[in-house]
């Protein structure tokens, strides 16, 4: 539970600096409203996605289903420790 | 956006207007529409222009062709003043005749020329003719009969019968020389004779210019008939026929004759050809500054053709739309303008003027902006003063291609591509003008720049770079079966709950219970069965990101109705259309929400199939027969049933509720202006204030204050066809509002379910893409890649092409079309019918640089 939440508030934190924070320190001039938009926008549809793909993936309902072969070499490859 | 009218002096008029194409902030109205453009006033200006431009033109194509180059002018040459065009005029006219003169000399002499050059072969052949004669006498002349023995020298040779032959000696093309040669034997049935020898060097024709293998022949024959069928036949064939002496030393003489004249003639000619060369190359040098110049020149009389002259007064009237902001900077055009043409004269006054029509819209943009606008406008320029859905379009449109095109390596291909085109902008933005297809892919360079990057990103959390998943933080799941069971089955599937559910011991943990922190876990490049597990994500993040957009969309037409002021429009449009997409659409999304958090592997048989939960809260029906579709929360059928309660309530709400207003505001209207009784004709501009004070006081205080808001009042402008035709019929009006607002109502609530179902586009163009990527390895590199040894690397080698120009072809240019215009499509359709009119008509303006950028560069 602990671990699943530091990437969930690390990327919240990384995306809400941009979206958030980032736009009250554009200089005054004349893109400043565009820019604080475009940033605002883009974070929103970056961090909403990554969100989608991390949660759906925290309780899978089903595992990957991989031929016999490719499991011997997992095994060998990425070890058993989890 | 107000309208203007500028009274301008006629002498400074032409000045202002130059001093405004610079400024090109203003769009002049057309007063004279009805006044055919040769009845105009300076119709004779702009005939001169046009002549000049031809002049232009011919010297161009003159340069061209002796393939001098063009200088293009480093700064804007300004328009000339009205003095200036008849000295231009007068330099255009002797550059052209000048050039002219020069090109009939040169032709008149190539021809002498060539005429020379044939006559040259033709004595030198024929001398080898007679020659030969001299030295074998040979009677040819079967049918005259043998004893006559001919000394072909000449005209006359005197024979035992004393027969004179002639001869006529010419050129004539080398192709034809066959069928000249049966032509003669025809038609002068044998009795003449034909010699040939053909010129070894090609020879310009003299008539047509070309050049051409030719040959010299000689034909002899007897009597004044043959000789004119012979005659005829070489006008026929068109050969070129020269007299030749029969006396050899006349022969000699001419010859010689010849040679100096030649002589003679190519110095003469290369001469000329010097003289050209100059003459082009000081006119290349001005000939762009001079083509800017005529072209503003002309583009300020076509303007100025467009004021209405006053005699009375004597000035020029114009009117104009011109942004309320850069009202200062236009006065100061207009008095440079008034003091450059002479200075004391009156200046130019400028004055805004009142309208109730829709002015055009007019966006503020720069280089980076314009391509998003360019995509938003190709489907209807907003309506004046509503919002303009670029700068979202901006950030969601290459967001949502990026979805759809999802591979990192192939955004990197991308990105790669435009910045080349951004970092090299300046030098790449004449190139290539007249490909259209460069053009289109240059002009979009900023949009394929945002393109690729979100792609990268995308490409990164679909973990998938050219089909393969990069495993940067290790992935969440091990294999932990024991070896007997690999051994046993063919595949395995593993265990995905990260805890033990079971009651028997043999539950090993193969899942960590952390997701992979960015993207999908690289285990699932492996799987079988990843397609069946990306579609659920992909398929619930579209609908997500589609309800979100959608939703997005009504807020917008939330801010149109408060910048407008059309409080009724709040309650009685915007209102069932969010309740409506909340009762069902946010709610579907709180359910995947809550179905990502609280469904793990232990409880998979029963978790809950959202899309058959959704179509029984539709149909009011709650089975528990398949445990993925019985109720999983507590209340859940109440609540449920309170929402499409609520959202079929928003139906009868959105589609009577403007109606009703209407009928009532009209019913008020009616019995107010009874009361007060108006006279028939100021009665529009009095209900109007009327109107106004049965609306809110913020609007008062806006009538007031900004003139700019009284002038071009949108909220007046748009209700004012409501308010005339209520004033005038009831009967007509009222239906009308009646059908459009059913077509309104229909249009969202079925476009609600469908616009959703829409967005699944997403999921369908990403599962294509990554399919095809796949395909490309499986079939192709992979082949290359799994040999060993040398043969390995050779083959490595020869895969890569089709692998490569595959990668390009079909899945950078063909997919990413494909996924360009499904991602408009979503924004054209599901977002902007939310919010966007899109009614208005764009601003062009009076601009000396717009006018000389849309010029396309003749190749």
Known sequence: MEKFSISLIVFTVFWGLIGIVLPFLIPKGPHRRLIQTMLALTSACCWLFWLCFYLHQWKPLFGPQISSVDARALKVLWGQDL | ?859
């Open chain 2, 1 to 859: 956006m107000t309208l203007c009218q500028l009274f301008l002096q006629p002498d400074a008029a032409y000045s202002c207007i130059s001093e405004l194409g610079e400024l090109g902030i203003v769009q002049f109205r057309d007063l004279n529409p009805n006044v055919n453009s040769f009845q105009r006033k300076y119709v004779n200006e702009v005939r001169r222009c046009e002549e000049m431009e031809r002049k232009l033109r011919f010297l161009e194509t003159e340069i061209k062709k002796d393939e001098l180059p063009i200088y293009d002018p480093e700064d804007n040459p300004d328009a000339p003043k009205p003095r200036e065009m008849i000295d231009l005029e007068a330099t255009f006219e002797k550059l052209d005749h000048e050039l002219k003169e020069i090109n009939t000399n040169a032709d008149a002499l190539l021809r002498n020329f060539n005429e020379l050059t044939e006559l040259k072969h033709n004595l030198t052949m024929t001398q080898g003719f007679f020659d030969d004669a001299i030295s074998h006498p040979v009677g040819v002349m079967e049918d005259v009969g043998g004893e006559r023995e001919m000394e072909l020298g000449g005209q006359t040779t005197t024979t035992a019968a004393g027969m004179k032959l002639g001869f006529i000696t010419g050129v004539v093309p080398r192709e034809r020389m066959v069928a000249f040669e049966r032509m003669l034997w025809r038609v002068c049935r044998g009795n003449v004779f034909l010699r040939q020898a053909e010129i070894p060097e090609l020879i310009e024709d003299p008539v047509s210019g070309e050049k051409l293998h030719k040959t010299v022949f000689v034909v002899f024959f007897q009597g004044e008939q043959l000789k004119n069928r012979v005659q005829k036949i070489c006008e026929g064939f068109r050969a070129n026929i020269y007299p030749c002496p029969e006396n050899p030393h006349e022969r000699r003489e001419l010859a010689m004759g010849v040679m100096t004249r030649l002589e003679d003639l190519t110095v003469v000619l290369s001469q000329t050809q010097d003289h050209r060369q100059r003459v082009l190359a000081a006119t290349s040098r001005n000939l762009r500054t001079w083509q800017i110049k005529v072209k503003k020149i002309k583009a300020i009389y076509h303007t100025m053709n467009m004021f209405n002259n006053d005699v009375a007064r004597k000035c020029l009237i114009a009117e104009c739309w011109a942004p309320v902001s850069e009202l200062d900077r236009i006065q100061l055009a207009l008095r440079k303008g008034s003091e450059a043409s002479g200075g004391g004269t009156v200046s130019s006054v400028l004055n805004r003027m009142v309208t109730r029509e829709q002015p055009p819209t007019h966006h503020k943009l720069n280089k980076f902006t314009q391509g998003f606008q360019n995509l938003v406008d190709a489907y209807g320029v907003a309506t004046y003063r509503e919002i303009n859905p670029m700068p979202f379009v901006l950030i969601t449109f290459p967001f949502l291609f990026a979805v759809m095109f999802g591979d990192a390596g192939h955004g990197i291909l991308v990105t790669i591509f435009a910045l080349w085109m951004v970092l090299k902008e300046r030098s790449l933005k004449d190139k290539w003008r007249n490909q259209e297809v460069w053009t289109i892919f240059f002009g979009g360079r900023y949009i394929i720049l945002l393109m690729g990057i979100f792609s990268i990103y995308t490409g990164i959390i679909y973990n998938d770079v050219f089909s393969k998943s990069l495993n940067i933080f290790g992935s969440s799941w091990r294999v932990r079966f024991g070896d007997d069971t690999l051994a046993k089955h063919d595949s395995v599937m593993l265990e995905p709950t990260p805890y033990n559910y079971t009651r028997s011991g043999d539950y090993r943990q193969m899942f960590s219970g952390t997701p992979y922190p960015i993207g999908l876990d690289p285990v699932w490049q492996l799987a079988d069965n990843k397609i069946t597990y990306t579609n659920s994500v992909k398929m619930k993040f579209a609908i997500i990101i589609g309800i979100t957009q959608m939703g997005f969309g009504l807020f917008l037409s939330l801010w149109n109705h408060l910048h407008f002021n059309h409080r009724h429009a709040i309650y009685l449009e915007f209102l069932p259309q969010i309740i409506f997409l909340a009762c069902i659409f946010f709610y579907l999304i709180i359910l995947i929400f809550y179905k990502w958090t609280s469904f793990d592997g232990s409880k998979a048989t029963d978790a809950p199939s959202l899309l058959i939960h959704l179509i029984n809260m539709i149909l009011f029906s709650y089975k528990t027969d398949p445990p993925s579709a019985a109720v999983f929360y507590t209340g859940q059928k109440q609540f449920q049933t309170f929402l499409i309660l609520l959202a079929v309530l928003c139906v009868p709400w959105m589609l009577l509720g403007k109606p009703i207003y209407r009928i009532v505001m009209n019913k008020r209207r009616a019995n107010y202006s009874t009361v007060t009784n108006h006279a028939a004709g100021n009665d529009s501009d009095v209900e109007e204030q009327h109107q106004e004070e049965f609306h809110d006081p913020a609007e008062k205080r806006g009538v007031v204050l900004d003139a700019d808001v009284r002038d071009t009042d949108t909220e007046d402008m748009l209700d004012d066809e409501h308010s005339h035709q209520q004033h005038h019929q009831h009967e007509v009006e009222m239906s009308e509002v009646w059908v459009e607002q059913g077509i309104h109502t229909i249009e969202y609530f079925l476009g609600c379910i469908s616009h959703t179902a829409s967005y699944l586009r997403l999921w369908a163009l990403s599962l294509a893409h990554a399919q095809l990527s796949e395909v490309l390895w499986h079939m192709i590199l992979h082949l290359g890649l799994s040999m060993n040894g040398y043969g390995g690397a050779i083959a490595s080698f020869f895969v890569f092409m089709p692998w490569s120009s595959l990668t390009v072809f079909i899945l950078l240019l063909m997919e990413g079309l494909s996924a360009f215009l499904h991602a408009l499509r979503l924004h054209w359709v599901e977002f902007q019918s939310k919010f966007y009119k899109g009614e208005g008509y764009p601003f062009v303006p009076f601009s000396f640089r717009l006018l000389l950028d849309e010029a396309p560069v003749e190749a």
